[in-house]
């Protein structure tokens, strides 16, 4: 008797989205608390009315308008339902049994799962004591076996970045057969002056390819939009192995409206940062550093108990975050959600005093 499905399954680890709980402020997810820009919530309404047909495959009005917001052609852009499906498809264009997929670690986790489901080798590379990436030692796994390298810039969770120089080593050592994803998920709330912009990178190098996504800034997380640009090669690629009508009517209608509205993004965003220096304030006694994303990262050290025990009584006062063996992540939104979780917080944390 044969079997269903494949035997390395059992060993894939599942993805695991944000706690919900609609009684509780939730920090878990690293989304915006606030609707879509102004216009953008009509703008989707109407497209409903062709929902009875097939979306645009081929996303031609949101390409453009990203090529102009990019400065690129539109052949150098895809989109995707969110980057973390473009970081699959590029998984899936250029590794599988034999290849090597380098990422740092902690990042974002669906790297691994996507390197397994390809079946492909996951290379994870810890980050430095300061939690930022390990570039050099990034590079020095490379092999003969490398098909590519995920650089999470700002790096989720830690909310670290790379400064220029240390990219410019970096890819002095890297193949030029090998495929660099710059994944800037974060790239809207990213304030530091010397690091790497993927608009610039593709200029400079054919195997780089930028990612980012409305899911974030935009407030368009569960319209499940993102977009890749980079050398027409990669975008032709990540194509071939995409979903056909991945990207629905109205998330491509409410992707297209968001892109024109760059006043009231930067002041949502403004608003974010201010946020987050009020949290990276608060948190500094448990060893959270500066962030350059919409979250910030307490350090599993720097608590009084386990970071899922501790999240799991923050959860009880009402505050739910994401919690991993190292450390906790706690999204950055509104001076309302700020001041409802540094309440739990101490309420928590003198608990175990």
């Known amino acids: 008797m044969g079997r269903m499905f494949r035997a390395d399954l059992e060993s894939l680890a599942a993805y695991v989205p944000g706690a919900r709980n609609d009684r509780a402020v939730k920090l878990s997810s690293n989304e915006s608390a606030e609707a879509p820009l102004p216009g953008v919530t009509q703008a989707m309404v109407d497209a409903l009315a062709q929902v009875n047909r097939y979306p645009d495959m081929g996303a031609v009005e949101l390409r453009e308008a990203l090529a102009a917001h990019l400065g690129v052609t539109v052949e150098q852009v895809a989109v995707g339902t969110g980057s973390s499906a473009l970081c699959q498809q590029l998984v899936t ?32 590379v810890p980050l430095t004591e300061d939690y930022r990436m390990d570039l050099a030692a990034m590079a020095d796994a490379i092999n003969e076996n490398t098909s590519m390298i995920f650089v999470c810039n700002p790096n989720n969770p830690t909310g670290t970045t790379i400064t220029c120089a240390e990219f410019t080593e970096f890819m002095s050592r890297v193949p030029a057969d090998v495929l660099v994803a710059l994944d ?12 790497p912009v993927a608009t ?85 006694e448990y060893g959270t550093r500066a962030t350059e994303t919409n979250f910030v990262w307490v350090p599993a050290d720097g608590l009084p108990v386990a970071a899922k025990e501790f999240a799991a009584a923050l959860s009880e006062a009402g505050v739910l975050v994401r919690a991993f063996d190292d450390g906790i992540r706690i999204s950055v939104t509104n001076a309302h959600e700020t001041d409802a979780c540094i309440a739990a917080w101490e309420t928590v944390a003198g608990n175990y005093r």
């Not at 264009?93 to 397994?116: C, K, L, M, N």
């Not at 990540?238 to 409410?254: C, D, E, H, I």
């Not at 009231?264 to 201010?274: F, M, N, P, V, W």
Request: aromatic share 12%; with cysteine.
């Open 93 to 124: 264009a250029t590794s599988g049994p034999g290849d090597e997929v380098i990422f740092p670690w902690r990042s974002f986790e669906a790297y691994p799962i996507f390197v397994q489901v390809a079946g492909a080798t996951a290379v994870p």
């Open 200 to 284: 610039e990178e593709i200029a400079k190098y054919p195997n780089v390819v930028g990612l980012r996504t409305f899911s974030k800034a935009y407030g368009l997380a569960g319209a499940r939009v993102g977009y890749a640009f980079g050398p027409a090669p990669i975008i032709e690629a990540l194509n071939k192995v995409a979903v056909p009508f991945s990207v629905s009517t109205p998330a491509q209608a409410g992707a297209v409206a968001s892109l024109s509205l760059d006043d009231e993004l930067s002041d949502r965003i403004d608003e974010t940062c201010t946020e987050r220096t009020r949290l990276v304030e608060f948190f500094a």
């Open 184 to 195: 800037e998920a974060y790239f809207e709330y990213n304030r530091a002056h010397d690091t």
